[in-house]
């Protein structure tokens, strides 16, 4: 494997300008398609739609701008790749639909009296993430107030709230839906990773925490999630310098009986290999790990398939240092080509990166 792990190379294929401040995050479009479509947010207010030219080149095809009036934190893709939500440090999370010609902004999702239950309001304040359960039928959000929401998808692009999220003791960094089940992820400034399901009477609810002092978890601020393609493993990443992947293949989803409690639980931890904050991590359909973190660098990590015997470990591949000239926000392999990554910094723009090599052969 020392020959392969030395004919690995993330190669720097294309260099996106354009943002006119730090770009925090990116999101490719699911849907098969035309071809590759990414969308990039930033301190700009803005957010910007790259599509791959005939000739090979990236091009911004669309700046979508004048609906939020502070930094743009988060954006996602509906699962069919419809449409685009943005979340924005002005407490508003904004929905977007591609009409075949351009983008239309179809709702905005804000503090409203109405609102939520026992008339609580909307998010009072930055909103941080937002994610689209897979069934594409939920919105959740998350923001500085400590709290998520989620928001169920009405006919005529109206988005109720269904149910809010309390529990976090912190600012809420990032909500992720499980990739096959309605299950949500929330990652904290309080340093704990909490997992929320529907009871079957549509009352969502904390089915399990993951805390430094119980489940080998995070010792400061959690900052991503991300999950494998089949969705039973999760790797989180933090402030205390680490990766940790979790195994999530017991279904927290259903409501349980008096039998044994099921639950999530901590295979490896990946320390070492950032020398500051890790903001970013995702999974390729590869099974490839991207970490994204404040030391400018991208590291890649596979599971060690020989190491079974004492449980999956996980080890290093590459590290490319200086991969941009700031922290590094974001990591995203793109699902039509999954040896195609997407970074995003500080720098204010957003490189492509082609990984060749044996790795996986």
Not at 19 to 40: I, Q
Request: aromatic share 8%; net charge negative.
């Amino acid at each position: 494997m020392d020959g392969a792990a030395a004919a690995a190379e993330l190669r720097e294929a294309h260099r996106l300008a354009g943002h006119a401040d730090r770009v925090w995050a990116l999101a490719w479009n699911p849907a098969p398609g035309a071809g590759p479509v990414l969308a990039s947010c930033g301190g700009d207010k803005t957010v910007r739609i790259w599509k791959r030219a005939p000739d090979g080149a990236w091009r911004c095809s669309d700046v979508l701008e004048d609906t939020h009036n502070r930094t743009v934190r988060s954006c996602a893709w509906s699962p069919d790749g419809r449409l685009l939500a943005t979340a924005s440090f002005d407490a508003t999370t904004a929905v977007w639909e591609y009409n075949g010609a351009d983008f239309e902004c179809v709702a905005t999702l804000e503090a409203d009296a109405d609102s939520g239950a026992a008339g609580v309001q909307g998010h009072e304040n930055e909103v941080k993430s937002v994610s689209w359960s897979p069934s594409g039928s939920l919105l959740a959000t998350c923001s500085r107030d400590k709290m998520a929401w989620i928001w169920e998808v009405q006919p005529g692009n109206e988005y109720e709230c269904v149910s809010v999220l309390q529990g976090h003791t912190q600012d809420v960094k990032m909500v992720q839906w499980h990739p096959l089940l309605d299950i949500l992820v929330s990652v904290s400034y309080d340093n704990t990773i909490r997992v929320w399901a529907d009871d079957g009477d549509d009352e969502w609810h904390c089915v399990q925490t993951l805390t430094e002092a119980n489940n080998c978890g995070h010792s400061s601020t959690v900052w991503a999630v991300s999950f494998n393609q089949k969705g039973d493993r999760m790797v989180t990443c933090s402030d205390d310098r680490t990766l940790k992947i979790w195994d999530t293949s017991a279904d927290l989803s259903q409501p349980k009986t008096g039998e044994g409690h099921e639950s999530w639980r901590h295979l490896s931890t990946l320390t070492g290999y950032h020398d500051r904050t890790i903001f970013s991590a995702h999974w390729s359909s590869e099974d490839i790990i991207a970490s994204g973190a404040g030391d400018d660098a991208i590291c890649l990590f596979a599971e060690e398939k020989s190491s079974m015997v004492e449980g999956p470990s996980y080890k290093l591949i590459l590290k490319k240092e200086k991969a941009h000239d700031m922290d590094i926000n974001c990591v995203r392999w793109c699902p039509q080509d999954p040896r195609l990554l997407a970074s995003a910094s500080d720098d204010g723009t957003v490189k492509l990166w082609e990984l060749r090599g044996s790795v996986l052969d």
